[in-house]
């Protein structure tokens, strides 16, 4: 099993940064795939970014060019540097991860951290 803390979430103004941080830990595991996907209230959860083993990213249309996924492998962390934040980002983002553990590979999610970008 692996679990998921999430954090950097909060209120911030249209234009300005955050950094998320999420951090996997638990028994012996290997990590496939890290990111971050979010849900706005009464919309679909969307994927934001996603990074896998060997560094390889993938990003929403919406946030290429002001979104940054990276990971600390070393400490099994994943990292989402927001940047030009805008109010259509406002939304509830998760953090995601696919690992192996006891035999299985699955899928995990983070509890969750609000982003608000509001003037």
């Known amino acids: 099993q692996v679990q998921l803390v999430e954090s950097g979430g909060g209120l911030v103004q249209p234009g300005k940064s955050l950094r998320l941080s999420c951090a996997a830990s638990g028994s012996r595991f290997s990590i496939n795939v890290m990111g971050w996907y979010r849900q706005a209230p009464g919309k679909q959860r969307e994927l934001v970014a996603v990074?896998?083993?060997?560094?390889?990213?993938n990003y929403a249309d919406s946030v290429k060019g002001r979104f940054t996924i990276s990971t600390d492998n070393t400490k099994n962390t994943v990292y989402l540097q927001m940047n030009s934040l805008k109010p259509e980002d406002t939304a509830v983002y998760y953090c995601?991860?696919?690992?192996?553990?006891?035999?299985?590979?699955?899928?995990?999610w983070g509890q969750g951290t609000q982003v608000t970008v509001s003037s």
């Open positions: 990074i896998d083993r060997g560094g390889f990213t």
């Open positions: 995601y991860c696919n690992a192996r553990a006891a035999y299985t590979t699955s899928e995990y």
